[in-house]
């Protein structure tokens, strides 16, 4: 193609009817022409079949050409027209304005655009001023306008155009008389306040009544976060069913309340955000206080409050205790009921009450046991308050104190355990003291039952015991209850157990007050007092062993396992406890020592077999190994600093302790877990620090550290043993 066809010169206009129709037959259309539709459309449909490419105004041209003349005079628009058109255009529709001038509606508009009428103009207000008055969305004042509550006057226009709204100053000052809540006139700014003559409005009142209409209380399927509440990046989502005991506001008709007069409310009984506007117009200056919220949250327990009173179906005053039970009962969710728990401690609520335990209630010792001098002033601050928490150091004898306490006072008694093992525990120590034990056990709650017989052969007590994890709602009454590792008491699940009816209560930790979560300061609160947590003297008087303890620095996890193995070696009985499943596994498979996690099958025993073996977490509180010379903490949870004195307590319980020795890499001891080391440091124990050499002879140095990841002793037991792992024979072949 070239381009000459572009470069060609263009075709000169056609100046039509001169080159279409002769002027033979401009004058035959004229004789026709008269200027309506009707004609034009004829003489087109006429002439376009004769001369193709006619068009209406050639028509037209032609006519015109041809000596047309049209018979219409035009009316010259008079000074007074005008006037009555510039004061009418924003009041009247146009079609109006036609009508009373006698003209037609295009001539109208025509004449306002050559005057210069604009389409918004006069001395009321358009939403669009409205809006950059008060900077509140043009659709909110369609709303309120649609609501009933601004009464505007508007403006038609043809062809279903959206007619003009104006708005009046006095009309917008009625609607902000009517209905205050919508816009914060005092604190508007000035030029706002003169343009809108804000300042002759009254003071606005301090509270409003608002509805809540949500429906968010359905039965829906919807997509849920999972896991852990804190989470690196976006947090995993599921579709999950979302089901409510209680009927939504919606369906109850709306829940009613008093809000601040420009607060956006949420809902004090569904907590959902409800629209800033009373529907009612209802306001007041008094302050309406908390009853009415009170009472809306009372009823969502099939409660009212009346009087400053909650009272139940039948009108009867109910007390504190029993709402909080409710409240915490096992079908909420716990992160929402943990936060309202501490709340209400922080509030002062205290559920440890001081009772002294009346000397006719404490009977004579049936345990096979002596207490110390230390012991037994600690189970007589214990008599005398009723209720205490016993932070002495691992091996003082706490749970010697806890039987103490359930078999010198008779009645039905409650035990709350960590784990399972612990649990066997408790059973297996109180067996060997008791004169006779019978253990039942019970589902639907699960729990354990143990029967305590005297010397005589009759029933001194009964213990109830339940794990911490239970779900089952604890009422009791009991008389003594027994919290094992209460630091576990103030957790998400845990921590409504401590609403159980107990007449005396007794915690047991020696970490009581460590946890992460700050919420160790509760304990106290809900056990009682703490006694015993300074350790200096327990230390001093030789009850609590003053530990060696050795922070070995390694290179990475395989580096853990090699000084593992170095210390296997070394010393006869040795406990390591570590944190990963895998890292159990792999311990268990490359030494040949029994590791113990939660699927194992009669824990204690195959615990009180072995000489040297690997704890998972349920190793860390509580369990004693006597014969115990070296504990290793191989790997745990962060920082936590509860778990890194609970595993040093582990060796305190021994006759024959030599070190406990913490495992951890330079990044773990110096940026991420230095707590753990310090945690041990406070409490009085001497902390030496070395650097572990690698064994220039290990195998593992050969292998890259992305291989030395996936080589495990799990995939060949066999031949790791030997040193040999499946890639380096693989390369080697
Ligand atoms: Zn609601």
Not at 101 to 121: A, E, H, M, P, Q
Not at 410 to 422: C, F, I, K, P
Not at 453 to 471: K, L
């Amino acid at each position: 193609m070239s381009n000459t066809e572009f470069l060609s010169p263009r075709k000169p206009r056609q100046v039509e009817g001169q080159s279409l129709l002769s002027m033979d037959e401009c004058r035959q259309i004229a004789g026709e022409f008269d200027g309506t539709t009707e004609r034009i459309d004829a003489l087109l449909e006429k002439w376009s079949a004769i001369k193709p490419g006619v068009k209406r105004h050639t028509i037209i041209r032609a006519a015109k050409r041809g000596g047309y003349q049209t018979t219409k005079d035009r009316k010259d628009w008079t000074p007074e027209e005008d006037r009555f058109l510039r004061e009418n255009w924003h009041r009247m529709s146009a079609d109006e304005i036609a009508a009373a001038l006698g003209r037609g509606f295009n001539s109208v508009n025509l004449r306002r655009k050559r005057i210069g009428i604009g389409r918004y103009d006069g001395e009321d207000l358009t939403i669009r001023d409205l809006e950059e008055q008060t900077r509140i969305d043009h659709r909110q004042w369609h709303d309120f306008v649609a609501r009933g509550w601004l009464r505007p006057r508007q403006r038609g226009r043809r062809k279903g155009a959206a007619p003009i709204t104006y708005v009046s100053v006095n009309a917008l000052r009625s609607l902000l008389k009517e209905h205050p809540e919508i816009y914060d006139y005092r604190r508007a700014p000035k030029a706002t306040i003169v343009a809108l003559e804000l300042d002759r409005l009254p003071d606005p009142p301090a509270w409003k009544r608002v509805v809540c209409r949500s429906s968010s209380w359905r039965e829906q399927i919807k997509p849920t976060p999972t896991g852990r509440t804190v989470t690196h990046g976006a947090a995993p989502m599921e579709m999950r069913l979302h089901t409510f005991r209680h009927r939504s506001c919606e369906e109850e008709g709306g829940t009613p309340f008093w809000a601040l007069l420009y607060a956006s409310p949420s809902c004090p009984r569904c907590g959902c955000q409800v629209s800033r506007y009373s529907e009612e117009g209802l306001f007041t200056d008094l302050d309406p206080g908390n009853d009415e919220v009170i009472d809306i949250q009372a009823r969502k327990l099939g409660l009212t409050w009346r009087d400053g009173k909650l009272r139940d179906a039948n009108g009867n005053v109910v007390s504190d205790r029993d709402i909080l039970s409710s409240l915490f009962s096992a079908g909420r969710r716990a992160a929402r009921s943990i936060k309202a728990f501490e709340n209400l401690l922080d509030a002062g609520l205290s559920l440890a009450q001081s009772k002294p335990v009346a000397p006719h209630r404490l009977l004579a010792n049936i345990l096979d046991i002596e207490l110390r001098a230390d012991q037994e002033q600690a189970l007589q601050t214990f008599v005398e308050t009723g209720s205490m928490t016993a932070a002495h150091a691992m091996s003082f004898g706490k749970s010697t104190l806890g039987m103490m306490a359930m078999t010198r006072i008779a009645g039905r008694h409650l035990l709350m355990v960590d784990t399972q093992l612990l649990r066997e525990q408790w059973i297996e120590k109180l067996t060997t003291l008791a004169p006779r034990i019978a253990v039942g056990r019970c589902h639907k709650p699960a729990k354990h039952v143990l029967t305590i017989y005297d010397r005589e052969g009759t029933v001194r007590c009964v213990i109830d015991i339940f794990s911490y994890q239970t779900r089952a709602r604890l009422d009791g009454p009991w008389v003594v209850g027994c919290f094992d590792e209460v630091h576990r008491l103030p957790a998400a699940l845990a921590h409504r157990h401590a609403f159980a009816r107990t007449e005396y209560r007794i915690g047991l930790s020696s970490t009581p007050d460590l946890r992460c979560d700050g919420r160790g300061a509760f304990v106290s609160r809900m056990t009682g007092a703490l006694v015993g947590d300074d350790w200096t003297e327990q230390m001093c008087t030789g009850v609590v062993k003053r530990i060696p303890v050795k922070v070995i620095l390694v290179e990475d996890r395989e580096h853990k396992h090699e000084v593992v193995g170095e210390i296997l070696r070394q010393y006869g009985s040795v406990v390591v406890l570590c944190e990963a499943i895998e890292d159990g596994r792999e311990l268990e498979l490359r030494y040949g020592i029994p590791f113990i996690h939660s699927q194992t099958k009669h824990k204690l025993k195959v615990l009180r077999a072995a000489r040297s073996m690997v704890l998972s977490r349920i190793g860390d509180t509580g369990i004693s190994v006597p014969h115990c010379e070296v504990t290793v903490d191989h790997s745990g949870l962060f920082g936590s600093r509860i778990q890194s004195l609970q595993r040093l307590g582990r060796l305190m319980h021994s006759d024959r302790a030599r070190f406990h020795c913490v495992l951890m890499t330079r990044v773990e001891r110096y940026e991420r877990f230095a707590g753990r080391v310090e945690a041990i440091r406070k409490k009085g124990f001497e902390v030496v620090e070395e650097v572990a050499a690698r064994k220039e002879a290990s195998v593992q140095r050969l292998l890259s550290p992305a291989l030395q990841a996936r080589v495990s002793a799990q995939e060949n037991p066999y031949l790791s043993m030997l040193g040999w792992l499946k890639d380096s024979l693989s390369r080697a072949a």
